[in-house]
């Protein structure tokens, strides 16, 4: 079994800050990419980043200059740091990432999902 725990949501002001974290437990033979994702009401899920194991990263266009994604391979952690929060950002962000289990098996996992509110 593999899970992916989310936590940092909240509600902030705009221009504001927030770091989301997303740690990968479980049995766990090696995690490829990861990625943050996130969701408006009414909208398809969309990506916001993702960093794979060697550290290439990619970015969406509306969060360039602004969010910056990270990981931790000993701690199985990825961190999304968000800077100068826009109300457009506001959304249900989740974590995803590819993962080999001990029983050499490869899939996606997704976390449970943090909602993040922009609103003065």
């Known amino acids: 079994q593999v899970q992916l725990v989310e936590s940092g949501g909240g509600l902030v002001q705009p221009g504001g800050s927030l770091r989301l974290s997303c740690q990968a437990s479980?049995?766990?033979?090696?995690?490829?990419?990861m990625g943050w994702y996130h969701q408006a009401p009414g909208k398809q899920r969309e990506l916001v980043a993702r960093i794979t194991s060697s550290g290439t990263i990619n970015y969406a266009d509306s969060v360039k200059g602004r969010f910056t994604i990270s990981r931790d391979n000993a701690k199985n952690t990825v961190y999304l740091q968000m800077n100068n929060l826009e109300p457009e950002d506001t959304a249900v962000y989740y974590c995803?990432?590819?993962?080999?289990?001990?029983?050499?098996?490869?899939?996606?996992?997704w976390g449970q999902g943090t909602q993040v509110t922009v609103s003065s």
């Open positions: 479980g049995s766990i033979f090696k995690i490829y990419t």
């Open positions: 995803n990432a590819h993962i080999v289990t001990l029983l050499l098996a490869g899939s996606d996992y």
